[in-house]
């Protein structure tokens, strides 16, 4: 049977119908009832396919129909793709909740979004559905594991495999084949809000055709493209919430049902380097922080080594480093440079990823954040291609890529096109499958000759930037206004903020473009470089614009700098709260002699205060007068999402920051004589 193949939906089943039982595409820690487990279960496109429909009729026995909004709350796990898919099936809209919500904001998007059941993960979550709605219009919670609790199950919850009995024979297969066929590009898949680091949040209306757009735009780059068409069935390592249209768009649609791959879960974002050791992955797509803390860790263990090994490290990387040049450049490397460059790999940078447990990687993506040049340069240096991109909630992920692209013009036919594929398809041997399978190009002189040929002809002008998000994605259009701020115009970008016409009528100019909040500029080539966020640049006291991210970036680069927050806005000097990364700050005490019994013993230490000093410093250095840090504040625990500091994004609620910490605030801008 051929469903449509411009909805989610319709993809999902056709790839369904494709691969059937030979390929695996849902992988987790969990057993057959959703519990949590400590081995890993898989279930084959067939299998899922097959539990979705069940849970669509069960769902639609339960009353649902089309344009019914149904939440989704819980973490990223298999059965979270199961139930997007049975909502879809059931032509209702999805509305994805982050699992760390706080009781009052469940309580506002349940009621703010209209939805009439719930999808929730675990016992707990369905308690606070619950309670929420006491009083309320009461609504159906339908949990991803069994019951579990000492107590009774409550009326109105129902498991996942009742709500698939309430279905069978009740409503037909034909009933679901013909809902999912009956989607259209136009109807609304999700209804998204924003994690609200500067207020409310916002649900934010996404169509199939927004979600179908974008999953297209993120694969565009040629090298894609073709890793798409081998059907490799490449291992995604999935541990960003799927609620957010990045770690879906990127993980979910792109990885999973684009190319055909296998998702597999990890337990959690904080177990991500066990998991990372037992899965191998072939993609990861993560935020800005999962780089910066294994750039750490590999710097840190580096600098404990003998100095032999650190100078070839060094060496290395400068080979590395070269490379990296000529790859943004379009360079082509000279040749005993590039024969350096290989050996650089045998000797150091094929070791390392697998210490890294990134041998089997041939992709990976930085999204959600800023990442940092020196960073971003570290990877590509190691021959791992990193990707960096920029999108909004309101762009369905994407506006910007910075994928690996041919900067030339393709012959359209004869002997070089016969060339230019063939090339072309030799570097995706290399660098892709040969790669997936833990395989290095330079350990095998043969393939390093050929990977060699590969770059003097054609591949020396793939162009990524380091440092940049990259140019704008197909059928898409991005204007620079006159204060800076990123205009986008294209098929990803969303319908409205729901019950919102005001906000949504404001979010766009006279003439369409949606005005994203972010102020960038694009070079000579049209690669984009975000400078910071329109609401939070500092006017300073004495009319000086200070944008604080670039420089919070800088401050957590730092050894011993796990998180940092700029203050200053309207003030007459900046001021910063400094977060330690406490495993290096331990491990520096241990070594120095130091002995501290808790963590806030530990920072007010007269010698970690002078460690910090030290790179508060270094970072002063290379900032003009008036965005120098004049003092600072280290704090004995870290921001967190269950505090309220940060958004499930990682990203920090300087808002908050400002109530939760006002006396300390206070105490940097009140020293004496100032």
């Given amino acids: ?193 924003t994690s609200g680091t500067t207020g409310k949040q916002k649900g934010v209306i996404l169509t199939q055709s927004n979600w179908v757009a974008s999953m297209h735009q993120c694969s565009s780059s040629e090298i894609m493209a073709l890793t798409a068409e081998k059907d490799l069935h490449l291992k995604a390592l999935v541990h960003l919430p799927l609620c957010h249209v990045y770690g879906r768009m990127g993980d979910y649609h792109t990885a999973g049902l684009k190319m055909g791959g296998e998702l597999v879960f990890a337990e959690s974002y904080q177990t991500i380097a066990r998991d990372l050791r037992d899965v191998r992955p072939n993609i990861i797509n993560s935020i800005p922080r999962f780089y910066e803390k294994t750039y750490e860790i590999v710097q840190s263990t580096l600098s404990r080594t003998k100095k032999p090994y650190q100078s070839i490290y060094n060496w290395a990387m400068g080979k590395g480093k070269i490379y990296v040049d000529c790859m943004a450049t379009g360079k082509r490397m000279p040749a005993h440079q590039l024969m350096l460059f290989g050996l650089a790999n045998s000797l150091v940078f094929d070791r390392l990823k697998k210490e890294m447990c990134m041998d089997h990687l041939v992709m990976a993506c930085s999204g959600g954040g800023k990442l940092s040049k020196e960073i971003c340069i570290f990877y590509r240096a190691l021959g791992i291609q990193l990707i960096e991109g920029y999108g909004l909630t309101e762009t369905t992920a994407i506006n910007n890529l910075n994928a690996p692209e041919i900067m030339m013009e393709k012959p359209p036919t004869g002997f070089l096109k016969v060339l230019y594929d063939k090339i072309m398809a030799l570097t995706l041997y290399l660098m892709v499958v040969r790669q997936s399978k833990g395989k290095s190009p330079y350990a095998n002189p043969l393939m390093s000759l050929l990977l060699s040929l590969c770059y003097n002809t054609l591949v020396y002008k793939l162009r990524v930037k380091p440092g940049f998000v990259g140019r704008v994605v197909p059928d898409t259009t991005m204007r620079i206004a006159e204060d800076g701020e990123i205009l986008i115009k294209g098929p990803q970008v969303f319908k409205g903020y729901w019950k919102r016409e005001k906000d949504t009528a404001d979010a766009f100019t006279p003439d369409g473009f949606f005005m994203t909040g972010d102020i960038g500029v694009a070079d000579e080539e049209g690669f984009l470089q975000i400078t910071d966020r329109k609401k939070e640049l ?10 604080p991210h670039p420089i919070e970036v800088a401050l957590i680069e730092r050894p011993y700098i796990d998180q940092a927050c700029l203050l200053g806005d309207g003030r007459k000097y900046l001021t910063a709260f400094i977060i330690p990364d406490f495993d290096s700050l331990k491990r520096f005490a241990k070594d120095n002699g130091i002995t501290c019994s808790s963590q806030a013993e530990l920072v007010k230490h007269p010698d970690i205060k002078a460690l910090i000093t030290k790179e508060v410093d270094h970072v002063n250095s290379t900032l003009a007068r008036y965005e120098q840090i004049k003092y600072f504040n280290i704090l004995e625990r870290a921001f967190d999402v269950a505090s309220g500091e940060l958004t499930p994004t990682m990203k920090v609620k300087r808002r908050v920051v400002n109530e939760k910490y006002q006396k300390e605030i206070e105490e940097m801008y009140n020293k004496p004589n100032q």
């Avoid at 929420?132 to 000492?150: E, F, L, Q, R, Y």
């Avoid at 500092?538 to 944008?547: D, I, P, Q």
């Fill in 538 to 547: 500092f006017v300073t006291s004495g009319g000086k614009n200070v944008a």
């Fill in 1 to 193: 049977m051929e469903f449509r193949k411009d909805t989610l939906c319709g993809l999902f089943h056709n790839q369904a119908e494709r691969y059937g039982n030979s390929f695996v595409f849902l992988t987790g820690r969990f057993d057959a009832e959703g519990r949590a487990s400590d081995k890993f279960s898989s279930r084959t496109w067939k299998q899922t396919r097959e539990e979705a429909i069940a849970l669509a009729r069960g769902l639609i026995a339960l009353g649902i129909k089309k344009d019914d909004k149904i939440v989704i709350y819980s973490e990223s796990r298999p059965r979270w793709i199961i139930a997007d898919q049975a909502v879809q099936a059931c032509r209702a809209i999805g509305v994805p909740l982050y699992p760390t919500v706080s009781e009052e904001e469940l309580d506002y998007m349940l009621e703010d979004s209209d939805s009439c059941l719930a999808i929730v993960s675990t016992p707990e979550k369905a308690r606070l559905v619950l309670k929420v709605s006491a009083g309320k219009n009461k609504i159906p919670v339908v949990m991803m594991t069994p019951w579990d609790g000492s107590d009774k199950k409550p009326e109105g919850v129902y498991t996942f495999p009742e709500v698939s009995a309430l279905g069978d024979p009740k409503i037909s297969r034909d009933v679901i084949d013909n809902g999912i066929k009956s989607v259209v590009p136009e109807d609304v898949a999700s209804i998204i809000y």
